[in-house]
């Protein structure tokens, strides 16, 4: 099977396609974080990212990009997440039939919201959610829009790096979180794009370092068993075919944090910082908050990844 | 006694002051919230504040216009919340001394806040605070920086609402918490200052409704008894000498909201906005968020006055 890769430029492609309709998203810093760490740090802010979270960019981008009998026809896909919230809205923008796949175990609000944007929700055991996507697509010629395993999400994500890149200048340092790395692969081709230079850094759950070792190893490695990170939007087992070969041309590292440590973080992020993002999102400033960053006095931008969080079920971690 | 009430000109003074240390803080939108209440509504995220509130901006203007022997002297105020720590960093940031009494049952994380800001704590009974502040101030010639009812913290608070309108326009209202009125007496300066036919309107409260009754009889009307509000921010009994004036010439109206509604207002701004903010800055946006404000299509700024919250201890609101 010969691969569509996106190129770097893909992602500037991109932008062009979301810019009316994604928010460009603010760029917060901390003098606090700064002085703590010793560096200067960017904060992609993709929590104010409509549905909350990045994935909104590579669903736009990717339905967007479909041919008319394509969108006549209608999109699937099988998420729990953030790609179920933003597909189904970015398929309502574009005038788009959406059907998600969700687990009979998915949180009745992430269901709620899904549902108010239009798609069509069918629930099914989490063991069959392929099966049953895969059926979608052969019986009603739906088109799959794979959460992370496709050129058009992984050129949208990139949308959030490049808009950091533009804004605040030149970084050494950009770090974002990886479940099945769509977020990182796209991060790595913006920065090829436009800055070379910098170097772009994975970080994921030690409990879950599929993608560490995929990296390492230069082929697919999958967990054999879900982790139960707190880091619930990066317990994809394994990362797509699509991304593995941007993280090995692209991607400086990948390094692995502790649950504690992404606890910690999110503590930091909320009560200093006053942003509610999830602790997916933590994951990625981990390692310059823990100083494992050297030498000090670089320039560092952190993509956080979203902000899709049940208050109540997260406050236990901020009890003393 | 003939009080020196602030011009509306104090504000713009005042900002000139705190421009080199503020933060300018951001402006956010949001699609959803404009399209659930018919107008265009613009935050002004004093969250994002240094020491998480607008309490800085008129701390810092106090104690910058300070005579020379005043700030070798050094300054003290009572308070257990926002002004505290505001007062702290900016003595320390203009090389003052502050000595800060708090109440005994005063949680021990902003205690710690406070006297991380370098100041110096006293803590005591509750009903003794104002007494231990006199004392404080006879015996070591400390200026008592009070936390509403000084002419220089009304100038200082009132540019946050001075930015917003600078930033966005035109805004047909404008909306603030009410406490001791620190802040709702400094935003109707700004906006007499600048657009003096936008509409300024405080909001409080129902069980903890002075500031309403002062303004419309004209005289500083004193619960007997401390509110037990979940808008711990706005439990103050009395509105300041200085404020009453300021609120009876330049501000439109002053609304009551129950619990009820700050608690969802409150969910709102946390789950889809995405912004840790106090309960009492989720007051301001009661009224319009609750389709209260009529006719619809008005431009509308809210001034989210801080986000200094125990998120363990605020997490029952968010439980089904």
């Known amino acids: 099977m010969s691969l ?11 932008a062009k396609r979301i810019a009316e309709v994604a928010n460009h998203t603010p760029v917060h810093t901390s003098r606090t974080l700064n002085q703590q760490t010793g560096h200067k740090i960017f904060l992609k802010c993709e929590n104010f990212q409509r549905v909350g979270a990045f994935k909104f960019r590579g669903a736009y981008n990717a339905v967007s990009q479909l041919s008319a009998a394509q969108k006549a026809a209608g999109v699937v896909t099988h998420s729990s997440g953030n790609h179920a919230q933003g597909l189904a809205l970015a ?25 108010g944007y239009g798609a069509t929700i069918i629930s099914c055991p989490a063991a069959e959610r392929e099966a ?38 030149p970084l050494d340092l950009l770090f974002t979180p990886v479940g099945g790395a769509g977020l990182l692969s796209g991060t790595a081709l913006a920065a090829a794009a436009i800055q070379p230079h910098c170097r772009v850094i994975g970080v994921e759950p030690a409990i879950a370092n599929d993608a560490q070792q995929s990296w390492q190893r230069g082929e697919i490695v999958r967990l054999t068993a879900v982790s139960n990170t707190i880091a619930d939007g990066l317990r994809t087992c394994f990362v797509g075919e699509h991304n593995l070969p941007i993280l090995r041309q ?29 602790p997916s999102a933590a994951v990625a400033l981990v390692p310059a908050f823990m100083g494992k960053i050297d030498p000090p006095g670089q320039r560092i931008g952190i993509i956080l990844s979203g902000g899709n969080v049940d208050v109540a079920q997260i406050a236990p971690l901020f009890e003393d």
């Open 4 to 14: 569509q890769i996106p190129q770097p430029t893909a992602v500037l492609e991109a």
């Open 91 to 115: 398929a309502k923008l574009l005038g788009v039939k959406a059907t998600i796949v969700m687990p009979d175990d998915a949180p009745a609000i992430k269901k709620a919201a899904t549902a």
């Open 132 to 169: 049953i996507c895969a059926q979608q697509v052969r019986e009603h010629g739906y088109t799959l829009i794979h959460p992370y395993d496709n050129p058009n999400i992984i050129a949208g994500a990139g949308t959030a790096a490049l808009e950091l890149l533009q804004e605040v200048g």
């Open 250 to 278: 692209y991607v400086s590292n990948i390094l692995t944090v502790t649950e504690e440590e992404i606890a910690a973080t999110l503590r930091f992020l909320w009560t200093r910082l006053k942003l509610v993002v999830e």
